[in-house]
T-cell receptor, first 110, second 112 residues
Framework: GQQLNQSPQSMFIQEGEDVSMNCTSS?????WLWYKQDPGEGPVLLIA?????ELTSNGRLTAQFGTTRKDSFLNISASIPSDVGIYFC??????????FGAGTQVVVTP | ETGVTQTPRHLVMGMTNKKSLKCEQH?????MYWYKQSAKKPLELMFV???????ENNSVPSRFSPECPNSSHLFLHLHTLQPEDSALYLC???????????FGNGTRLTVT
């Protein structure tokens, strides 16, 4: 089956630093999504990407849909304490068959 | 209320109990999903309903039984579960024309 590899698994950063994480797939996707999950809550959509090469920003977050359609990355600039959480990538070709990464745990220290 | 609401938030049940998880969406979406989330593992799709018809059953054991009485409500009926079924169960909804999933806050299930 399709495999999504998300890295890093976790990262400890200082407030103000930039964060970068990525996902790679063994298969081609038509869509890449990035979600954030806070403790005790469900995942919340951050950015949706629908076109190869697309670069989209949402505040301090920037995500790109890789040109090969097999990868995507998420950058967070100038991290703040509320950026703490687990970030998930998801790729798919139909909404009923999204594949999720295992998540990147981000810890921000003052 | 807005969004996707799941109840209960926490559930502890014995292996011989029968319980149900409830999900309600107020977004006007026409597709609903059940996912299982275990620690440090990718979300696992369990069931998909589109226009109240089950369109996906991802090899889920029969001790999990979904029900979708209308496009706004989704249930997951549980019976004779195993301890390894302990996890966070997430409900989600979407417009099946190609919009991303919107998740509820989940039910934290513990099977003793």
């Amino acid at each position: 089956g399709q495999q999504l590899n998300q890295s890093p698994q976790s990262m400890f950063i200082q407030e103000g630093e930039d964060v970068s994480m990525n996902c790679t797939s063994s298969s081609i996707f038509n869509t890449w999504l990035w979600y954030k999950q806070d403790p005790g809550e469900g995942p919340v959509l951050l950015i949706a990407l629908y076109k190869a090469g697309e670069l989209t920003s949402n505040g301090r977050l920037t995500a790109q849909f890789g040109t090969t359609r097999k990868d995507s990355f998420l950058n967070i600039s100038a991290s703040i304490p509320s950026d703490v959480g687990i970030y998930f990538c998801a790729g798919g070709n139909s909404w009923g068959k999204l594949q999720f990464g295992a998540g990147t745990q981000v810890v921000v220290t003052p | 209320e807005t969004g996707v609401t799941q109840t209960p938030r926490h559930l502890v049940m014995g292996m011989t109990n029968k319980k149900s998880l409830k999900c309600e969406q107020h977004l006007g979406h026409n597709a609903m999903y059940w996912y299982k989330q275990s620690a440090k593992k990718p979300l696992e799709l369990m069931f998909v309903y589109s226009l109240e018809e089950r369109v996906e059953n991802n090899s889920v054991p029969s001790r999990f039984s979904p029900e979708c009485p209308n496009s706004s409500h989704l249930f997951l009926h549980l019976h004779t579960l195993q301890p390894e079924d302990s996890a966070l169960y997430l409900c989600a909804s979407s417009q099946d024309s190609g919009r991303p999933l919107h998740f509820g806050n989940g039910t934290r299930l513990t099977v003793t």
